[in-house]
């Protein structure tokens, strides 16, 4: 087969993303859900790509997940992995959605470029502080970074006894690293400059959404900011969604 530039970039998106869904794939590149399975099944065939199913609790299809292939893994020049079945890759899956929204929200305008960084890779870098994705957007010669938590509903909040895996717990150290600026190793990955940074909070629900923020009235955790996945789903992320409890201020765009 002929490899062609869409195939391409497809395996470097998996590579990115350690493994992609054929709807996940479908959306980043606008293709029809029918046409991305049969070129994905061709690619899978040369060995560009491999597929697994996904174990499911419930009845009806199996959703596949594709990673790179032999072929594909030296046409790149990079190992290839095949993914575990964990917990960590069933909430890693549902980060990988919101990232894919956030790309192909910011593909459909003109003047406006972002580049993602997903958990795997900060993983990788070595932070101490992990967000569920961070990525970088660039208007014309002004540039913001974000960090992305995807708030599933299942975090403790406020724990009893302290937690440094409780969400307030998490929210001081993002407030620590917003006040030293320590962001040097995001400016590495994106080689770019920034002036502080964004936490966008994405809540399963209000009544999630209300709780957290509730937390954080304070001034000082201004740059934290708060959807609900369903607001966030229908307008994309550069809709009039955001909420800052410390500001008291709603219908906020990040752009």
């Not at 014309?140 to 509903?153: H, I, P, S, V």
């Not at 966008?200 to 959807?227: E, Q």
Request: proline letters at 3%.
């Amino acid at each position: 087969m002929i490899l062609q530039k869409r195939d391409i970039e497809i395996m470097e998106y998996i590579y990115k993303f350690q493994c992609l869904n054929s709807i996940q794939i479908a959306l980043l590149f606008f293709m029809h859900i029918k046409v991305c399975q049969k070129r994905l099944r061709i690619l899978v065939k040369a060995d560009y790509l491999r597929s697994v199913n996904v174990p499911r609790v419930s009845g009806g299809r199996c959703l596949k997940l594709f990673y790179l292939g032999g072929r594909g893994a030296s046409f790149l020049g990079v190992t290839p992995s095949k993914p575990r079945f964990t917990l960590q890759l069933s909430h890693q899956n549902k980060n990988t959605d919101l990232m894919v929204n956030i790309i192909t929200s910011f593909k459909s305008k003109e003047d406006t470029q972002c580049q993602v960084m997903p958990e795997h890779m900060i993983r990788a870098s070595g932070q101490r502080l992990i967000p569920d994705g961070v990525f970088m957007v660039r208007k014309k010669n002004k540039t913001a970074l974000f960090c992305m938590e995807n708030d599933c509903g299942t975090e403790v909040v406020r724990s009893p006894t302290y937690s440094s895996d409780d969400i307030e717990n998490k929210c001081l150290r993002y407030l620590e690293q917003f006040e030293t600026n320590s962001i040097k190793q995001y400016e590495s990955q994106f080689s770019e400059t920034f002036n502080r940074f964004r936490v966008l909070f994405i809540c399963n629900d209000a009544r999630r959404l209300n709780v957290i923020s509730n937390l954080l009235t304070d001034d000082k955790f201004h740059f934290i900011w708060f959807t609900t996945l369903s607001e966030f789903s229908k307008k994309t992320i550069c809709g009039h969604i955001w909420y800052v409890p410390s500001l008291n201020k709603s219908n906020l765009s990040i752009i």
